[in-house]
């Protein structure tokens, strides 16, 4: 009790007793203020001060990683890019998962998580209802599944190990420095990382490309206008023809169909009311997303590109191959751009998903290969009985009933504290949940999914196409418009995926009967009859996500069901235009197509935009403002260059155009039903073949409306839109660069973090697409020319650093904005690059 | 004094270092207690957390970081600078001062 004294002796001076009381008041004040976050955040050597610090790679660094064989090299040259030389496949994965971990440590955590359901242990609360849609659609038991199937001993579990190695031995022994600001806003430290983590990453990856809602899109219309006209409007097969596989038919092929009159609607039935209650595909890509996006859906907002043109037809009489896939863009970036090298054994070039153990897209010493979407149907849904609506534990199979498989699904906050409890039912089929009073199972070929992993592993390891094309025959989800070229001059395409083959009809966009077996899938589409197309006569390839075979034209899927709805054509015509009128092709023109400016789509509408307004001008019918409007898009060069000032009307008349045709689709007669989605341009083109259709009658008139007629309203009307939002023609506001804009938000949309507004080139269904909100577009551009040498040239909408502090950050974007591409270092040993081409290096020794 | 408030503002470094943002109190209490004193402690503090501010504006991008951080809190990016270094100002001086006071000192600095 030494204390009481001092504190009495300070009683006899007033001034120090309130100095004292002061003191203690401002003490308690700022401990209990440090110890609400504020001290570790404002703690400039540890807080988020600290972030200033660690926004560049030292010059010189070393690590340990446990389980590394052999020592390894890891050298950054000047565009960032790490070269990693190890000593087996393995250490390599564990290198990578290393320096990706440097590099983009929060973003391989929240995409994880996102496909794990595990957001809300990451941001709490608000994630609940995204975690539960990704557990619903049975995406995390999926991957728990997937890895418990793999044998202990196999390669790709090797390969996931290695990379959780990696990833936590730079968490251990990261810098406070090194901390990502993300964690230090949420107030959260890293988790450790495990296997199983690639698959989720995986899934998360399928869910974003596989999942369709074309039961939903169907049976929405059919609400509305019967089923006939809900088959016409959502085809099976696209009204508007230029496949991936080459047919005789050089350019764009109007298959013969007709859109019916509008029917008998068939709201109020059971099927249809389920059918509109399921997910739609913007909820479920949202969900996995992990971050509140939304997509707005419009069509040609996005679109991947490849192409590959055989060396007779290039300039140096080498192979050529270009890629570009269309994706979310985000900071940091979706990719990040690495070289692996195990002398003798690997040595690939290209990009990876951070968090993933491999490069996806890319090129070797001897051949190249990149994906577009296939957009195959692979999901399917079953209205089944079961034997308690409220809380079922069977279902009815064939008259006998079957146990529910019951998943309880346990949603935890950022302290462990649990959050909520629910329970996911199982049929054999997959996950199933209640729709609109019915209890309907999905089955999706991405919860079935363990091909996907081993081939892209593989994939690198080719020497040729042929052999790429074996090693990565069983790939499985998403499926994937896959074009490889090599040096010897081989080109190839092929849609590879796990296609199912249905029952009956065989068609994919209905909801079934769950009772029955006979409902069930019947087996897989055999390697052989997948679309594919080798060495073609025309001496190049192009995928742009269309459908991949004409189903009028000989091909080899022998008819069977893919999927439905698909993108028009409009990318492949312009690029395979480009490629046929071009038999010298150099790199530099393939990275010029990448941004071409030109349309198929406008050149295509725009004769009958003109050609209406000049009948109706014959005809005495044409108003001035019809007139002006037809003599402002007479103008237009077609082209979405960033200083065009017509793209804005035609994309308007466009937009008119679709409103004034699908009217009878609109749900105003049923206003509890949610809206169909707008039918694809290429079932317009097909409209505008039946100029007296009952589609181009508004009911709402005594007077009968013919195509010409609505033709030239939407462009009369195009013009007082435009001119009422952007001022008369000639205002700068008419400019495409004050129209359309790339919007590259920062994984939490923090706007300090995020570039958005920027001007692009292109347009709706150019093949630099730009439209809708403009989050999606070319995530990575690449140009390998396959020659003695081997040289890619490529870039991304981003940096390789996911501090948002960084030089590195977003330091690619001006090149990309303006459509260059860098020239890729592919060394053979470290010591080939020279010392003014390395930026840092980091040195990986086996954990003691 | 110039020279104690150097050495104080040192040991806040490191104290910093060590213990993170209680370093700062439990260096700024042992002061009180050790001299029964407070006085320079809140100036060492501030000179303390501010000399690291510099360095990390010598080597990184911390104007940037001052911008991005006030865009997300809706504040001037300064405001963080001034709590930054008002925060360990309050807890060096309260800190030390009841120090002082358990020693048995008057805890005003001057004796």
Redesign the interface.
């Known amino acids: 009790m ?2 009481a ?3 009495l ?2 009683i006899h ?1 007033p ?2 007793v309130w ?2 009381v ?6 308690a ?3 209990a ?2 110890s609400m976050r ?3 955040a ?15 790679l030292p010059r010189a660094a070393t690590g340990r990683i446990p389980g590394l064989s052999a020592r390894v090299d890891v050298w950054y040259d000047t565009r960032d890019v790490p070269h990693i030389f190890a000593a087996s496949e393995e250490d390599v994965y564990r290198a990578l998962g290393y320096v990706v971990a440097r590099d983009r440590l929060f973003q391989i955590e929240l995409q994880v998580r996102a496909g794990a359901g595990t957001l809300t242990e990451l941001v709490g609360r608000p994630a609940l209802a995204t975690d539960q849609r990704t557990r619903g659609l049975g995406m995390p038991r999926a991957a728990e599944r997937e890895l418990a199937a793999l044998d202990t001993a196999s390669a790709d579990l090797r390969a996931m190990r290695a990379y959780a190695d990696g990833v936590n031995a730079w968490i251990g022994q990261m810098d406070p420095a090194d901390l990502p600001i993300e964690y230090r ?1 949420l107030g959260r430290r890293p988790r450790r990382w495990s296997p199983v983590d690639a698959l989720h990453l995986l899934n998360r990856m399928s869910a974003t490309l596989s999942f369709s809602d074309l039961e939903r899109r169907r049976m929405l219309a059919a609400e509305v206008a019967g089923d006939t006209v809900a088959r016409a409007v959502f085809p099976v097969h696209s009204p508007l023809q230029q496949p991936i596989v080459p047919t005789s038919v050089p350019g764009l092929r109007l298959r013969k169909g007709k859109v019916p009159a509008p029917g008998t609607a068939s709201a109020g039935t059971e099927l249809d009311t389920i059918a509109s209650a399921l997910p739609g595909i913007d909820d479920t890509t949202q969900a996995v997303a992990g971050v509140a996006r939304r997509r707005d859906g419009a069509e040609g907002a996005a679109g991947s590109n490849n192409w590959a043109v055989a060396p007779r037809r290039t300039k140096a009489g080498y192979a050529l191959l270009a890629g570009d896939p269309h994706l979310d863009m985000t900071l940091p970036s979706l990719w990040y751009e690495v070289h692996l090298v195990v002398p003798g054994h690997l040595d690939v070039a290209g990009v990876t998903i951070p968090g993933g153990p491999g490069v996806i897209l890319g090129f070797t010493r001897d051949l190249a290969w990149t994906f577009t979407n296939t957009g195959a149907d692979v999901t399917d849904y079953y209205v089944e009985q079961v034997d308690d609506m409220r809380s079922p534990r069977r279902y009815l199979l064939d008259g006998a009933w079957r146990p529910l498989e019951l998943r309880t699904e346990v949603y935890r906050g950022p302290r462990g504290e649990v959050l909520q409890v629910d329970t996911v039912r199982y049929t054999h089929r997959g996950p199933m949940r209640l729709y609109a009073g019915h209890w309907v199972s999905m089955r999706w070929t991405a919860l079935e999914g363990g091909g996907a992993f081993g081939a892209l592993r593989a994939g690198p390891h080719a020497h040729t196409t042929a052999e790429w094309l074996r090693v990565t025959a069983g790939y499985d989800v998403p499926a994937q418009n896959m074009l490889v070229a090599d040096r010897a001059g081989s080109i190839a395409i092929r849609s590879t995926g796990r296609y199912p083959i249905r029952p009956g009809d065989g068609r994919g966009d209905l909801v079934r009967d769950g009772s029955k077996s006979s409902s069930d899938w019947t087996g897989w589409l055999p390697l052989d009859r997948y679309p594919a197309a080798v060495n073609p006569a025309q001496g190049f390839l192009a995928s742009d996500n269309q459908e991949p075979v004409d189903p009028d034209m000989p091909n080899p899927t022998g008819g069977a069901y893919l999927g439905a709805n698909w993108e028009t054509p409009w990318r492949a015509a312009r690029i395979n235009e480009l490629l046929r009128g071009d038999s010298v092709v150099t790199p530099d023109d393939m990275r010029r197509w990448q941004t071409d400016p030109g349309s198929a789509r406008a050149d295509y509408f725009v004769p009958y935009f003109l050609d209406a307004a000049r009948r109706a001008d014959s005809a005495g019918g044409a108003s001035a403002q019809l007139r002006e409007a037809a003599r402002l898009l007479g103008e237009w060069d077609r082209r979405y260059t960033r200083d065009n000032e017509r793209a804005v009307l035609f994309e308007a008349a466009m937009a008119e155009l679709s409103r004034r045709a699908w009217a009878r689709l609109s749900p105003l007669q049923y206003p509890v039903l949610a809206a169909v989605p707008v039918p694809s341009s290429a079932v317009l083109v097909e409209l505008l073949g039946d100029p007296s259709s009952v589609w181009w009658d508004n009911p709402d008139t005594t007077a009968v409306e013919t195509r010409d007629d609505v033709l030239a309203a939407s462009l009369a009307a195009a013009l007082g839109t435009v001119t009422a939002r952007r001022g008369p023609p000639g205002d700068s506001g008419w400019r495409w660069s004050e129209v359309r804009h790339a919007n590259i938000d920062h994984l939490l949309h ?4 995020s570039r958005r507004g920027l001007s692009v080139q292109g347009g709706t269904e150019t093949l630099s697409p730009s439209s809708g909100d403009g989050v999606l577009g070319p995530s990575w551009r690449m140009v390998v020319q396959l020659g003695p040498e081997v040289h890619g040239w490529a870039t991304y909408p981003g940096g390789q650093s996911g501090n ?2 960084s030089r590195r950050y977003a330091n690619r974007l001006p090149q990309w904005l303006a459509g260059t591409l860098d020239s890729v270092r592919m060394p053979h040993t470290p010591g080939e690059l020279a010392a003014s081409d390395v930026r840092a290096t980091l040195t990986l020794e086996p954990a003691r | 004094m110039l020279s104690e408030v150097a050495l104080l503002a040192i040991a806040m470094v490191a104290a910093t270092a060590v213990g993170g943002w209680w370093g700062v109190l439990v260096a700024a209490f042992a002061w009180g207690a050790w001299s029964g004193r407070a006085g320079g402690v809140a100036i060492a503090a501030v000179c303390a957390w501010a000399s690291v501010l510099v360095w990390t504006a010598v080597i990184g991008p911390l104007p940037a970081l001052v911008a991005d951080l006030g865009s997300i809190a809706g504040a001037p990016g300064w405001l963080l600078v001034v709590a930054t270094l008002v925060f360990p100002m309050a807890l060096a001086w309260s800190a030390a001062v009841v120090g002082a006071v358990v020693r048995g000192g008057t805890a005003n600095g001057r004796e």
């Open positions: 030494t204390v004294p001092s504190v002796t300070d001076r001034r120090s100095r004292a002061i003191a203690l008041v401002v003490l004040a700022s401990v203020a440090g504020l001290g570790p404002l703690d400039p050597l540890n807080g988020i001060w600290a972030v200033a610090r660690g926004t560049e806003l923090i706007p300090a973090f948002p502090l």
